[in-house]
């Protein structure tokens, strides 16, 4: 570990090109990756404008996008799904504040592979641009969803979108899947090779440990989601039939014999439930440390909080079938996905039970960046405790594919994942930009955000209830629908307010960049290592030393210390060494 | 801003349970036999996440209130944590999640472990984009051989599932748009897809299922109310997934013997 600097870190760069575009320093490729999460997360949040929009006034003719048409209205879905997923939830917390953050935190000068590190970020660029061209070839986007469910994903006569606009769906996917996996690779020998003196595992910040086990699940889900992807467009392009059976579309036999459209299922949920995972578990890591931090207090279990995280991650790979229950899947496969979905709310309710341990006989500072972590936990739990019904398969009877699922995953891996997104920012930016960001926007964001989202998708789990179905562009062709249109109509009120608001965010963020008061080195009197560093840290991260690490990352007030936290890299003795 | 936060964690909180006890949106009437078996699991599993969403959130809105700074001198205590209490609240939600889980066992069980039972009502149900189709054996109590070459999903009914009228068992399948069935009888389904996959919901009877292409997948219900009850497409299917909606019409076995016998009377 402690010889690593030497082969890995590299000279400054000169010139803007090596220095801004090309560059190898992480800082700047994790800047790279939160500029391109902030861009497709607009892109996704005007989609999901123009679907609420679209829903309740169908015939709506709206400013340059004109009449929506039901497929146009699947298009927007489908694009909508895949960037928020791809682009936004997993790219900014771990290719974003991961790679900032994580050599930073145990004190590397960089990561493992910086080339490598490069590579992946403008791979996953690439994978971006050819997903937005599906956009503007003939057709459009696809209107499969982001599921892509074979065989309307894998044949161009089954709808418009389904011709070129597929291939450049799943090829983005593809691409998106390669950048992964090298950062993956990258994220892991990082954390496993480059930790500096006196940083063990156990002494590891929780966020270091999020993305860690995240880039472990990233490593084994994506490959098979790259496989898988490839698969189908085979059978979209080469004529075979992986997934298709012998089918026959408006009245035309296609040329494709013996496939399983369940075979891609289990390989896309495979990937898709370790996914969430990949999206959420940044965020509480992020939570931790901020609770922590924010409280003035030890997080509360820490060992049992790394556990938690080492058994979602784990159980995450064995509970895919919970989104087949009503697939034809065979039923006994059902309910032992089922007892191990339920297993997976254990550590995820000892997560929860240790963030309110952490609040408990804290000194809680109510800084931006600790709202959004309580808003974490609050989205969390709401987010979480639809996840026993829709585990049940006996309950996803009534309740699979209707706007329940829809409201359940957006408030956990939607917005707690962006809550987690948006404290690490308020958080992290005065350290990345060397500017405090305002307060009053802050809060004013963190207020209409909350209760935003919560008066969005709360009410779905109430449409879901009643039996709405998802991905219905329009209401007017199924009776039992009528009456809810009303808390639809609620609800894309709700959706124009809270997308409004993100504004304020933009604002706040760019005049933080550019104008925002001069931050100090450590303004949250926060532990782990980034805070020891100038701000915004030198391109070797500690400028020419490599720190020492002598405790935990969470000694807030301990009894008998000069101040009430105590940093990783004082010498001073902890009265509890161990953690 | 403690006290802000306390406020509008509990109004979050107390508004979405107000309106989930008030529930002026519930599950659709139950008119088919498992409906109360699935009602009852749902209501149970309802009522404990309920009661533990209000006791989280409310703890979470007191903590970060009761614990917010003061400025005071003296610092946060300084705890790592508690095995005990760990060790507590792991088995305590062990306990909670396996529970509810092996209680709606049985239910699942009787709905998709066991085949129809004798004298139940054989019915094909056909998706493709974008509308079901409903087969019935005819007196033979045999579905004829259907081919793929046959389909012309522009002529609807028997054309549209590619009926193969040279086979003899063929002659007497009626094939409808709308779905009858007699109330409390079994109805034994087979359910197929020909293009992409479908899902067969029918929000009053509690059933939903995919049609997957290639599979033919068999299921069952047992209708218990006379009415008629909307089938939504539940697997989007492609542009007009919204609008690929059919009827269930349940009648007393009498009229169910007279429509079937109108419908092959039509036929000949």
């Known amino acids: 570990m402690a010889t690593s600097e030497i082969v890995h870190a590299h000279a400054a760069p000169q010139g803007f090109i090596r220095k801004y575009i090309f560059s190898l320093d992480h800082k700047v490729i994790g800047i790279q990756y939160f500029f391109l999460a902030l861009t497709a997360v607009w892109v996704g949040m005007i989609l999901s404008l123009l679907m609420r929009i679209h829903m309740i006034w169908p015939d709506a003719n709206l400013p340059f996008v004109g009449h929506i048409q039901p497929e146009t209205y699947l298009s927007i879905l489908t694009m909508h799904g895949t960037i928020m997923v791809f682009f936004v939830l997993t790219t900014a917390p771990q290719g974003g504040f991961g790679n900032y953050f994580l050599p930073i935190q145990i004190g590397a000068p960089d990561m493992a592979f910086p080339v490598l590190n490069m590579l992946s970020f403008w791979t996953t660029f690439v994978a971006f641009v050819v997903i937005l061209a599906a956009f503007f070839v003939t057709g459009g986007a696809p209107l499969h969803g982001w599921t892509g469910y074979p065989p309307l994903s894998a044949m161009q006569s089954t709808g418009p979108g389904e011709g070129l606009g597929a291939d450049l769906w799943i090829t983005s996917i593809a691409i998106f899947c390669a950048a992964s996996l090298m950062g993956a690779l990258n994220f892991i020998t990082t954390t496993l090779d480059l930790r500096a003196k006196g940083m063990s595992m156990f002494r590891m910040p929780l966020t270091v440990w999020s993305w860690f086990i995240t880039a472990i699940l990233g490593l084994l889900a994506f490959g098979v989601l790259l496989s898988a992807g490839i698969l189908l467009l085979m059978d979209r392009n080469l004529g075979t039939s992986f997934y298709v059976p012998l089918v026959v579309v408006n009245g035309q036999i296609m040329g494709h014999k013996g496939g399983s459209p369940l075979l891609w299922q289990h390989l896309f949920w495979f990937f898709g439930h370790p996914e969430v995972y990949i999206a959420i578990l940044p965020g509480m890591g992020v939570a931790s440390q901020l609770l922590s931090t924010f409280s003035r207090k030890p997080i509360f279990g820490y060992k049992a909080m790394v556990y938690a995280m080492l058994a979602i991650g784990f159980l995450g790979f064995m509970v895919w079938g919970h989104h087949m229950f009503m697939s034809g899947m065979s039923p006994y496969s059902a309910f032992a996905f089922s007892i191990l979905t339920m297993g997976i709310g254990v550590p995820s309710a000892i997560k929860t039970f240790n963030w309110l341990g952490t609040i408990w006989g804290g000194r809680v500072r109510f800084h931006s960046p600790m709202l959004f972590a309580v808003g974490f936990v609050s989205l969390f739990v709401s987010g979480g405790l639809s996840g026993p019904f829709l585990a049940q398969p006996t309950l996803d009877i009534p309740l699979h594919d209707t706007a329940f699922v829809v409201g359940h995953f957006h408030l956990i891996m939607g917005v707690a994942a962006i809550f987690g997104i948006f404290a690490a920012t308020y958080y992290w930016v005065p350290k990345m930009f060397g500017r405090m960001m305002n307060e009053t926007l802050g809060r004013i964001h963190f207020w209409f955000t909350l209760i935003g989202t919560y008066a969005i998708f709360m009410p779905m789990h109430y449409l879901g209830m009643a039996g709405q179905p998802r991905r219905y562009s329009q209401f007017t062709e199924v009776a039992y629908l009528q009456h809810l249109i009303p808390l639809n109509r609620f609800i894309t009120y709700c959706a124009i307010i809270t997308i409004a608001a993100q504004l304020v965010f933009v604002i706040n963020l760019f005049w933080t960049i550019f104008k925002g008061p001069k931050a100090s080195d450590n303004p949250w009197e926060a532990t782990t290592l980034e805070w020891t560093t100038a701000t915004p840290p030198p391109h070797d991260n500690f400028g020419g030393h490599t720190p020492v690490v002598h405790n935990g990352p969470y000694e807030y007030g301990v009894p008998g210390a000069a101040r009430d936290y105590i940093m990783q890299n004082e010498p001073a003795t902890s009265p509890n060494p161990a953690h | ?268």
Request: net charge negative; aromatic share 12%; glycine share 8%.
């Open chain 2, 1 to 268: 801003m403690g006290l802000a936060l306390l406020a509008v964690i509990w109004l979050i909180t107390f508004v979405s349970t107000y309106f989930f006890i008030w529930h002026p949106w519930w599950l659709p009437t139950a008119a088919s036999a498992a409906a109360a078996g699935i009602d009852r699991q749902f209501t149970f599993t309802y009522i404990v996440m309920g009661v533990v969403f209000v006791l989280a959130q409310c703890s979470l809105g007191l903590f970060v209130w009761k614990y917010r700074d003061r400025g005071s001198a003296t610092p946060a205590s300084y705890s790592h944590g508690n095995t005990t209490m760990e060790i507590a609240w792991t088995i305590l939600t062990a306990v909670l999640f396996v529970g509810l889980n092996l209680m709606g066992r049985p239910i699942w069980a009787a709905e998709r472990f066991q085949p129809a039972g004798d004298g139940a009502l054989p019915v094909e149900v056909t998706g493709m984009q974008f509308a079901w189709y409903f087969r019935y054996a005819g007196p033979d109590g045999k579905f004829g051989l259907t081919n793929p070459k046959l389909m012309d999903p522009s002529a609807g009914s028997e054309a549209a599932i590619g009926l193969d009228t040279s086979d003899p068992a063929a002659k007497d399948d009626v094939v409808t748009g709308t779905m009858v069935l007699p109330v409390n009888r079994q109805v034994d389904l087979t359910l197929r897809a020909v293009d992409v996959i479908h899902s067969f919901f029918v929000p009053n009877m509690r059933f939903k299922q995919d049609a997957v292409p290639g599979l033919a997948i068999k299921m069952h219900f047992t209708p218990t109310q006379i009415g008629d009850y909307e089938i939504a497409c539940a697997e989007l299917c492609g542009l007009g997934h919204y609008k690929m909606h059919g009827m269930v019409k349940v009648v007393s076995p009498e009229d169910f013997d007279k429509w079937l016998a109108a419908r092959e009377a039509e036929k000949q």
